[in-house]
């Protein structure tokens, strides 16, 4: 489907003084390159203070860089979700594989944030999965339901349980998983959160449901809740989700 385009908006940080706009924005968005941008430039899709820029401008520290992207046409996503519980303050969707939960990737209408929004145009996730994840997505419908959410979703008093398809027969019923995310330079998107000694604290608990003839089936508690997860530590412990095109047997991106 075609969308209506975005303004994607970035306030310019102290460490960018005197960089031209070109060199900063092809930093910042380093899926194009120079030659790219200098093209959009030239279009006048990317404004400087609200003044069309050229590239040749000098930045400085808490400037306002708007790129106005063009409509695009998206990816196909699925259309539908199916509503598990509602009441005034939650609702409750299963989202289909497939379907991102928030804008980004090439994504903006074609998401279940939009499509939810549709309807009931209160609701914002408390949490996301990741586009090839089925499963439940909470949604506040009121600011307090939001901030109490927000309050409690890293915490005992909320349980995340999931199931996952791993490579690789385990040799364990159970396992303590601790290895700590961050992000990690990648060649193609800059970075991408992996197992990173640096990286921040995360906590999983893999119990094995069954095995097959090369697989494991697990289910996956989590205490904390780093982006790529459950992916992430199963990596690391040498059984990478079945499919995944990202993570290798280390948790490192392949």
Known sequence: ???????????????????????????????????????????????????????????????????NRPPWIEPDAPQHFEVLFEDPYLLAVSKPSGLPTLPGGGFMENTLLRLVQKQTPSANPVHRLGRGTTGIVLFAKTSQAAAHLFANWNTPKVRKIYRALAQNIAQQDAYEILTSIGLVPHPRIGSVWAASPSGKPARSSA????RGASTTTFEVSLSSGRPHQIRIHL???????VGDPLYGRTGQPL
């Open 1 to 67: 489907m075609l969308n209506g385009g975005y303004a994607y908006t970035t306030i310019i940080g102290s460490k960018h003084r005197g960089q031209t706009l070109l060199c900063y924005v092809a930093g910042l968005y380093a899926h194009s390159t120079p030659e790219v941008w200098q093209q959009r430039l030239n279009r006048g899709e990317v404004t400087l203070d609200g003044v069309a820029a050229t590239g040749r401008e000098s930045v400085t520290p808490g400037q306002t860089l708007v790129w």
């Open 207 to 210: 119990k094995v449901i069954s």
């Open 235 to 241: 990596a690391s412990i040498g059984h990478p989700l």
